[in-house]
């Protein structure tokens, strides 16, 4: 769907995501002919340089980030030509006016504020100051919103002194990524499902984010954030939402966000027994995260894993276990709804059976799995076997995986678009921190210290006795 003509300034233009994802994500729009001609990008940021080298900088980014086969010389020099570079003191007055001279009156205008949210309240005011953003403007903000609820509810504060929330577009990344979507396009296109999406049928759901990356680099920033900060108060709790909410009467924006709120809301407190914390050990590909968090006092994990109960009508009875973590066997993330199994067995006791699974892989190879039970071939009886009906996406659309939209694409496409949907509301952010704030808390009073895990592992050991205590078994990361 094409969009309007758009000025997009991106504060922090010079940064790692602008580089990494937001610039390479618009390009690829571009390249697909997404971009109206009227689109004009404005990185924003202190360095002290001209247009002609942030081009530079963007175009040496799209050969690194964009794969070889999307990059042709003359969209990458068509896109670089939609781009401006502009100087600006986010806490002075340097670059303002002319950030106003360069903006357009009739155009849709968005400002991604891709900085450290200290300067939230800065850039907002100053737009206002300087009548560069206007009641139609957009603004972008990224995670970590927030690192409790109290920080979350000043920043809310400070973005809405001069922002409506209808203006405001809280991104979290894992709303974008294209199963994602699926899953609600599964759970309210068919018939199928929804009628056994409960914990009538519903034996227990496993969401997993499992990566094989370590902290790297992030050290610092990952330190002072953990598995739960980075991972579960987020993308798992997005997820979960996803999964657990009921029907909402629409597709729209606010009609999806309230449903999502109501699972937050339903959320138990989590008992400690319930959740195992994990950080990872060195081995021959690299060092441990105590090394790499430069902190010998850390106890900080990089791995956690839950048993989350919710008290509704619909839920009561079927737990979710969550589970992410750094330096895992895979790079996997799906979410398995696992069914309880039929009532009665008519065909006698059959060893080893195991129910069925409806299994949405969100990367890699994204797709859906169900498992069923069939016969096995041949001639010797009645016996049973479990076979995956499996739908890869990449199959079934006949395209290369790498051509589905990343997820920065569609949601800075979405802010143009001025739709919401895919956007965390400030209430949503403010309840998921609601709930995970006194679990936090209680590791800090009691001073947990995380388990150890190895590299290339599924976790700690105490994560697979969360499941065995409960008579199941966490499935695979592979
Ligand atoms: C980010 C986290 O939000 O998500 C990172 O800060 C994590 O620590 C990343 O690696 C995972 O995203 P994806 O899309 O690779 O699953």
Redesign the pocket.
Known sequence: IPVEDFDLVIFGGTGDLARRKILPGLYRRYRSGQMPEGARIIGAARQDQDSAVYRKLIGAAIKEFVPEKYRDSKSIAGFLELISYIVIDAQGAGGWSDLKKLTRKDVVKAFYFSVAPSLFGDLAERLHTYKIADSQSRIVVE?PFGRDLASAKALNAVLAEHFDESQIYRID??LGKETVQNLMAVRFGNILFEPLWNSQYVDHIQIT?A?T?AVGSRGAY?DKSGAMR??VQN?LMQLLCLIAMEPPNEFEPDAVRDEKLKVIRALDPVNSSDIVRGRYEANKDGPSYLEESGNPDSSTESFIAMKVNISNWRWKGTPIYLRTGKRLRART?EIAVVFKDPPHSIFGKQEGRRGNVLAIRL?PNEGMTLRVTIKEPGPGGMRLMEVPLDMSFADALGADAEDTPD?YERLIMDVIRGNQTLFMRGDEVEAAWAWTDPIINEWQERGDMPKSYDSGSSGPEDALMLLHKDGRRWREIK
């Open positions: 995670k990344h894992y984010a990566e990356v990952y980075d991972m993308h993330s990367q997820a």
